[in-house]
Nanobody, 112 residues
Framework: QERLVESGGKLVQAGDSLRLSCAASLSTFSSFAMAWFRQAPGKEREFAAAINWKGLNTYYADSVKGRFIISRDNAKNTGYLQMSSLKPEDTAVYYC?????WGQGTQVTVSS
């Protein structure tokens, strides 16, 4: 049973915007912080953004600060990552994480 399912990834052009979703089938979703990570080809998985359980505190990697916005809707058990001003270096598989659970990832490809 998949606990976290990401969606929304696709091929876009540099400068475009994209919103990723992370649907959780965990009853504890609203009680814990969640995060987005990403892994580019040939690189290690890296932190991108995180949000606390209530959605009042957010944290970003320097590489995405000012361009990405993390949010969540606890009523829908869903987290989001709004990405704007996308760059080719944002190309990666994006994963959401809650506690020790990871989703399967969604591919974002940014062409120059």
């Amino acid at each position: 049973q998949e606990r976290l399912v990401e969606s929304g990834g696709k091929l876009v052009q540099a400068g475009d915007s994209l919103r990723l979703s992370c649907a959780a089938s965990l009853s504890t979703f609203s009680s814990f912080a969640m995060a987005w990570f990403r892994q580019a080809p040939g690189k290690e998985r890296e932190f991108a953004a995180a949000i606390n359980w209530k959605g009042l505190n957010t944290y970003y990697a320097d590489s995405v600060k000012g361009r990405f916005i993390i949010s969540r809707d606890n009523a829908k058990n869903t987290g989001y990552l709004q990405m704007s001003s996308l760059k080719p270096e944002d190309t990666a598989v994006y994963y959401c994480k809650l506690l020790d659970y990871w989703g399967q990832g969604t591919q974002v490809t940014v062409s120059s």
